[in-house]
């Protein structure tokens, strides 16, 4: 993709996010960028920071490449990564696996709680499925950061089926950091 282009779709992106996201990750970025990552330091290093996180996690991650999962975005408090459907993922009833749909949120996940370069695993996961993903279905999984608690984290991803699209499934998840640990 075109650097342009990149950079149009991370704007749509974080469009996408604002107007779906619930209103507290509204207050957060809003907060985000008046005070609290001013007082931390510059917001753009911890963002290039939580993406080169991201990028350094996928790199690493067969299973997530194998999928096809891509990175649309990662930042501090939301990430956003996508996965185009396809004959692979099928489930015996020809639609896109339950696993395959978890597979896309449990990556995004990873990404945002890995975000403040503090290594993290997953702790709870549930995940709610609304309908189903069809062969070439785009599906885009929208990570929030609900809060950080010392090590522990919650997350709300929703999955939906395009950029704007109808809601596919919504995971829950909940992260623990491993102490003293980080990725640089």
Excluded at 29 to 41: D, M, P
Excluded at 162 to 172: I, R
Aim: aromatic fraction near 8%; charged fraction near 20%; include cysteine.
């Amino acid at each position: 993709m075109a650097n342009n282009d990149s950079k149009n779709e991370d704007q749509s992106v974080e469009a996408s996010f604002l107007t779906r996201s619930p209103s507290l990750n509204r207050s957060l970025l809003s907060n985000k960028v008046s005070g609290e990552a001013i007082e931390r330091g510059n917001i753009i290093n911890e963002d290039n920071q939580a993406l080169d996180i991201a990028n350094k996690m996928l790199a690493e991650d067969y299973y997530s490449q194998h999928l096809g999962i891509k990175i649309v975005t990662a930042r501090a408090g939301y990430s956003v990564c996508k996965m185009l459907v396809q004959s692979f993922h099928s489930n015996g009833h020809g639609s896109c696996h339950g696993g395959a749909i978890f597979s896309l949120a449990d990556t995004t996940f990873a990404h945002i709680c890995n975000a403040h370069n503090q290594i993290a695993v997953g702790h709870i996961c549930t995940i709610a499925y609304w309908r189903p993903g069809n062969l070439g279905d785009e599906l885009y999984a929208y990570a929030y950061e609900s809060g950080v608690h010392g090590r522990s984290g919650s997350y709300r991803i929703e999955i939906t089926c395009g950029e704007d699209g109808e809601l596919v499934a919504e995971f829950q998840g909940f992260s623990r950091s491993l102490k003293g640990q980080s990725h640089f």
